[in-house]
């Protein structure tokens, strides 16, 4: 069997360094594999996050020669392993032991958006009555893993790390989930506009190249909840309508 | 110097955050109960994610013949009638409210052309029963319970790890457990706890579950106490993944044989046909075309034998496997792809009906569902058996020690429908929830004893001190070797000589975990994480490996080369599990629960 090396990042708050581990590689396996294989030949403290191993549950991400990727979805035949294979933590967020970040910050942000509120139900059961067309584009967004790679690869978290000011790709996605829900009656426009930071986006679209659910993030989520904030509150014959009727 | 231990009090405490420990959390914290919920992993990542199918729900809204009492009575009969009978009938009665519950709560489930809840066709349903988004139904469920219970004021201690249940007086007082992250300590003081840590696939080598399902539920019940009941019934869905190697065991729902997909052996036959067991002739197709268009709605066709309950599709696929008629890399072949011959823009439909089958195959094995057959073969899946309980309450002997989802016994009996889990998890998740607050509202708060604690300390650091020491071993091999052995010789088809061995086998292992040693520090150490899961692993792996070899006879998902029949004898006990006085485990016969004439009758009347 050939033989393949990993150069995965260890260490925690006291500093990371990159270490090489060579183990063999056989037919069909994944970076998460060979990263398990390497946990149980030499490195059984190696901290790796990892669930379900079919690319369900979105625990394992992490950065595979540079690209923010699911490890358990990604194949070594589509990898040079002439050369070490790089793997790293996410980089958008504090790194805890080795590829293992602390993501406790997306949920902290998930808790700020304001929860689904249902229209009055449509029959006497208490049931409601939706079309499949209308609910499509919800379940685009509703196949979100929460894997945090559109978070992990955003400039304005990744870079300028604007985590204060700016909800991120996946949370636009979870907002627009909300939104455009066919029962959905909360208003969020006015928080997406000043407390979620919308505008920062400038639309580069890297969300959506790295998204392992394949979800249309740009073009589906944001850029219809940005038109939908300037509707509001840009439309300049709106404003002049709320200004002659007070 | 004494290790420092973090004290957190609730009134609740749910251990587990799948889809039985959220909703057990939503309504206890609806109540007013201060709750906290405990899970390994990040919330949202529990083993529910990876459901595919759908939940079973009598709505009637595609076909309204449809009501509780049929879904009763498949579910006695998938469960050969060793099911809780109270239990079953609370499940069917209730999973229709706790669906359309979800939808209240935000979840979006494909709808029918009149608008409502679309449900499918599943295994041993008589009517197309199962509500669902894609397939990707578990994923729905979980989210939407986490989106809904993040806003209830649920305290959320993310990936953190029970070790034990504390009890004083008999009575429930608290959990003993340490946060992965840091590996720091800590107490949680809660007169009731609920136990939702799902089921036990770790246990072997080929399973679909993910590395959670060690069976911590089901070992820390046991120590404090509590009875597991029909542990021999362990699920081995026929359908994983076989090829590559590093995928096997992965899930290929069932899904894809309720929208048309067939089974093939290498001669291209569909084997199915050659084997439909009696009670199951009246409602299956005998030909091709009427299971063909049962799997397109027609109310008139019976269900193709692909659709028969799981245990018996598993061991078909066995057979032909063994009989040298399986495909290049030990399965058979199910083709959804052959529907292109009856439907138009069938790869369309497949990827629209089956998106995550499609991705899954595609990414992994390299391989289009739409133009070729997958490989497939049978994975450990999930566990019938668990903590026994009250079917009403969900609490078990132990007083304030509730269970509830695949961690509890009682609702499938020996087998269980697909759909019937996540439903299964609603219904007793809702009722576990609501009766711990209950139960926690009349308690007094009891003291944690301190020496206790500081033993568990101890015990739980031991695995460091042994780091170098002669004769050491590693985690993750000893976990290796206890997966190997019970695949093999308490698998899908048992019998006494190999089970003998694993009870023995069982022995050296225990030993062996003894030695396990830890390198590193208490941060985030997987090694350390494997090593204290161990314990639990080898609990339920002898607890399985004892009710299996009691249990003479072959009844749903347990199966005895050396006694294939059912038999009348073992028709009427469950088997318990307790722990001795002696420390060593306790076998007993329980008895089936009565029936009451209302359940008799139904029985009658669907038979």
Redesign the interface.
Known sequence: MAKATFRITRGGKDGLKPVDYTTEVGEGMVVLDAVHQIQAESAPDLAVRWNCKAGKCGSCSAEVNGMPKLMCMTRLTDLNLDEPVTIEPMRAFPVIRDLVTDVSWNFEVKKRIKKFKPRAPDAPDGTWRMSQVDVDRVQEFRKCIECFLCQDVCHVLRDHHKHDEFIGPRFFVYTAALEMHPLDVEDRLGDLRKTDGLGYCNITKCCTKVCPENITITDNAIIPLKERVVDRFFDPLRALISKVTG | MKTEVQIIEHDVLVIGAGGAGLRAAIEASATGARVGLVCK???????T??AEGGMAASLGNVDDRDNWRVHFADTMRGGQYLNNPLMAEFHAKEAPARV?EL????A?F??TK????LQRNFGGHRYPRLAH??D?TG??MI?TLQ??G??QGID?H?ECTVVEILKEGGRVCGAFAYDR?RGRFRVFKAPAIVIATGGIGRAFKITSN???YTGDGQALAYRAGAELMDMEFVQFHPTGMV?????RG??VTEGVRGEGGVLRNKDGRRFMFDDIPENYKSSTADNEEEGWSYTQGDKNSRRPPELLTRDHVARCIVREIKAGRGSPHGGVFLDISWIKERLKNAPEHIKKKL??MY??FK???GLDITTEPMEVGPTTHYVMGGVRVDPTTQMSRVAGLFAAGESAAGLHGANRLGGNSLSDLLVFGKRAGEYAAKYAKEQKALAVNESQVEELVRKTLEPFERSGTAGAE????VQ?ALQEMMQELVGIVRTDAEMRRAIEGLKVLRQRAKKVS????R??????H?ALELENLLTVAEAVTICALERQESRGAHFRDDFPKKSDTWSTFNLGIERGGDGEMKLSRVPLPPMTDEHKKIIAEMA
């Open positions: 992993s990040l919330l949202g990542k529990a083993h994610v990876m359309n939808e209240a709560w935000g979006v494909d709808r009149d608008g409502r809840i988004v894609g990707r994923l729905e989210r989106d809904h993040i806003h959320v993310m992250e993910s590395w959670e090829w590559p190697p590093s995928v992965i899930l998106p995550s991705h899954q990414q992994l094995a590693n985690a993750f091999v290796a830890v390198e590193g520090h941060e985030f150490n997987p090694g350390w494997t």
